[in-house]
């Protein structure tokens, strides 16, 4: 147990690697407040583990989280509607610069959340893009923009709250 808290293995070995458990689990104790087990996984599996991330929707969950009150799953959603309207201006401008044919490949790729095959005729018919060259131009001018990375022979949006705004609105 860390902080009188039970957690998964997955859960348990995160919070030792960032030192959660005695920081910002912490804090939630030390005013009152406490965190579900499965609030905690499902943050962490959220964000594969991303550790800014992580804190960032913890510190927008204590915030919603009144004293005496239980932080549980519930209030995942309505801390990550907050942050991601804080974020809505910077997202939509960014989007708006990018030309066409990548914004249609970053929505592909959003939708997928980890996408593989992306030149296949499969993966172009069913998103409706143009041909197997045209995005392969567009993977190299949204990896070269950071707006992609590229693991396991997978693509996936860079950022993770703009993957989510986008799922969102595309």
Same mark, same amino acid.
């Given at each position: 147990?860390?902080?009188?808290?039970?957690?998964?293995? =997955?859960?348990?070995? =995160?919070?030792?690697?960032?030192? %959660?458990?005695?920081?910002?689990?912490?804090?939630?104790? *030390?005013?009152?407040?406490?965190?579900? $087990?499965?609030?905690? *996984?499902?943050?962490?599996?959220?964000? @594969?583990?991303?550790?800014?991330?992580?804190?960032?929707?913890?510190? +927008?969950?204590?915030? %919603?989280? $009144?004293?005496?009150?239980?932080?549980?799953?519930?209030?995942?959603?309505?801390?990550?509607?907050?942050?991601?309207?804080?974020? $809505?201006?910077?997202?939509? *401008?960014?989007?708006?610069?990018?030309?066409?044919?990548?914004? *249609?490949?970053?929505?592909?790729? =959003?939708? +997928?959340?980890?996408?593989?095959?992306?030149?296949?005729?499969?993966?172009?018919?069913?998103?409706?893009?143009?041909? =197997?060259?045209?995005?392969?131009?567009? %993977?190299?001018? %949204?990896? +070269?923009?950071?707006?992609?990375?590229? +693991?396991?022979?997978?693509?996936?949006?860079? @950022?993770?709250?703009?993957?989510?705004?986008?799922?969102?609105?595309?």
């Amino acid at each position: 147990p860390v902080l009188g808290y039970t957690f998964s293995r =997955a859960s348990r070995t =995160a919070m030792v690697l960032w030192g %959660l458990g005695t920081i910002l689990l912490g804090l939630f104790e *030390e005013n009152g407040k406490k965190v579900t $087990d499965q609030l905690v *996984e499902n943050v962490y599996t959220l964000f @594969d583990g991303h550790t800014w991330y992580v804190q960032l929707m913890l510190n +927008e969950l204590f915030i %919603l989280t $009144d004293k005496k009150g239980i932080c549980d799953v519930p209030m995942i959603n309505l801390a990550l509607n907050n942050i991601i309207a804080t974020q $809505d201006f910077t997202f939509q *401008e960014i989007f708006s610069r990018l030309p066409e044919k990548q914004k *249609e490949i970053m929505i592909a790729i =959003a939708k +997928e959340q980890k996408a593989k095959g992306v030149t296949s005729a499969a993966f172009i018919k069913k998103y409706r893009l143009t041909s =197997a060259s045209s995005v392969q131009s567009g %993977l190299k001018g %949204l990896l +070269e923009k950071d707006m992609l990375t590229q +693991e396991s022979g997978g693509y996936q949006v860079y @950022d993770r709250l703009f993957n989510i705004w986008l799922r969102r609105n595309y």
